[in-house]
């Protein structure tokens, strides 16, 4: 037993005696191993940095307005007695995290007002060709070139009172298809989109079970001295929201509104059908950068009595159908190669096509201030200090139609306004 006893022993001090080798080996090994490894991690996370992204902006500026009061396109409506203003008028912060065949996106606008969800959206890219997207969740609806121009690039402080009328917000929830070939491939230049949206805006829910579609088809290129460049592309949005009740109301020239007030009208499609062209043309002169861009749309629009803006949330007023039309052009001018560009924009909305002066506002027509048309030129000068910093300066001189038969419209409202901003983009 002894022996026994005395053989485990020494078994054991030599098993301890091997591992501590063994330890030792390893010990004298580490420095090694531990700069491949930290070589690793700091690559890991190099590679990781690449694929997010964080950036943003901020807009803040000063504002007045001819009238106490007056209702505005230029940033929103001033409040009661007042006539001049400071506004923070955007705050994105926005994160986005690429990693080749898939993007994740979320963006927030924070402003005196509060927070507000702007994008949350996925894009996959399929990976053989890399031409075919989809993209699903809260994002830009495909339609025209105003609405996907992002406001820290825009030349004038907002985006024309057509866009803000037929498509408020910008955003909508829904899925897209996209089809673009690589820049390396000849027919980079085509693009074609289309998707499925609920109609009801970014950061509303839908309301009823129609889906509105939305496409587009354009070409983008450069000529072979790249001294011009130029796009065009048509669109198309075919939708609608579910009648309240049997009511609607449906135009025609010269006599105003006339119910049809047929029982099987409620639940039908309010339709909202529109169809839209833009382009634009930048050339390189001696004197500077020349760039002219508009776009025209005219359609459908379901509205009630009161407004014809879309609505985010299940109307419960009676429909009425309106023809309208509405464009806006630009032309932009850089001073030289100087930090300096000079803006002039006019655009146009008439909500109604089939109405127009005195008959708006006649006893029985039914035509409301709602159907009155707006037009806008705008004049500006934009400095960019350095990519980060840029300063605008920009006059709104606002023109409405005008009726003897609705108060307070038969003469040009004072609502001219002028913007004084100033952004950091990072």
């Known amino acids: 037993m002894q022996r026994k006893n005395t053989f485990a022993l020494i078994t054991g001090i030599l098993f301890i005696c091997f591992s501590k080798m063994a330890t030792a080996q390893e010990i004298e090994q580490t420095p090694l191993d531990t700069l491949t490894t930290t070589v690793s991690k700091l690559q890991t996370e190099l590679d990781l940095q690449k694929k997010f992204k964080i950036s943003g902006y901020v807009q803040a500026q000063f504002q007045s307005i001819d009238s106490a009061g007056a209702s505005s396109f230029a940033g929103g409506n001033f409040p009661a007695y007042t006539n001049n203003r400071f506004v923070l008028r955007r705050g994105r912060i926005k994160a986005a995290y690429d990693n080749g065949i898939a993007q994740g996106v979320i963006q927030f606008d924070a402003t005196e007002k509060g927070l507000a969800l702007k994008d949350a959206y996925i894009k996959i890219t399929e990976p053989w060709l890399n031409a075919v997207s989809l993209t699903s969740g809260v994002f830009d609806r495909a339609f025209g070139f105003e609405i996907s121009y992002s406001s820290s690039m825009r030349e004038s402080p907002e985006r024309s009172r057509l866009f803000q009328t037929i498509f408020p917000g910008e955003r ?64 198309y949005y075919n939708g609608g929201y579910r009648q309240p009740n049997k009511f609607i109301y449906n135009n025609a020239a010269g006599i105003g509104f006339a119910v049809d007030s047929t029982a099987e009208n409620k639940g039908k499609v309010a339709r909202r059908q529109y169809v839209g062209v833009d382009f634009q043309v930048n050339s390189a002169f001696p004197f500077g950068m020349t760039s002219l861009r508009g776009e025209y749309i005219q359609g459908i629009q379901p509205g009630t009595a009161a ?47 089939k109405a127009a002066g005195n008959d708006i506002g006649k006893a029985s027509s039914k035509l409301t201030k709602t159907d009155l048309k707006y037009t806008t030129l705008g004049i500006g000068w934009v400095f960019r200090m350095d990519a980060n910093v840029k300063f605008t300066a920009y006059y709104d001189l606002v023109t409405n139609e005008t009726t003897n038969n609705v108060v307070g419209y038969s003469k040009d409202l004072k609502d001219n306004a002028f913007t004084l901003r100033v952004q950091y983009k990072f």
């Open 172 to 235: 909508d929830l829904g899925t897209k298809i996209s089809f673009q070939m690589p820049k390396t491939s000849n027919w980079n230049f085509l693009k074609i989109e289309g998707g499925l949206y609920n109609g009801t805006g970014g950061t509303a829910s839908d309301f009823d079970s129609k889906k509105d579609f939305i496409g587009n088809i354009g070409i983008n290129k450069t000529t072979k001295n790249e001294k011009v460049n130029y796009a065009f592309r048509t669109s």
């Open 307 to 353: 407004t014809s803006s879309s609505p985010s949330a299940d109307p419960a007023a009676d429909t009425y159908l309106r023809n309208f039309n509405g464009a806006y052009v630009y032309l932009l001018q850089n001073i030289g190669q100087t930090k300096h560009q000079l803006v002039v924009k006019y655009d146009w909305y008439d909500p109604n096509t």
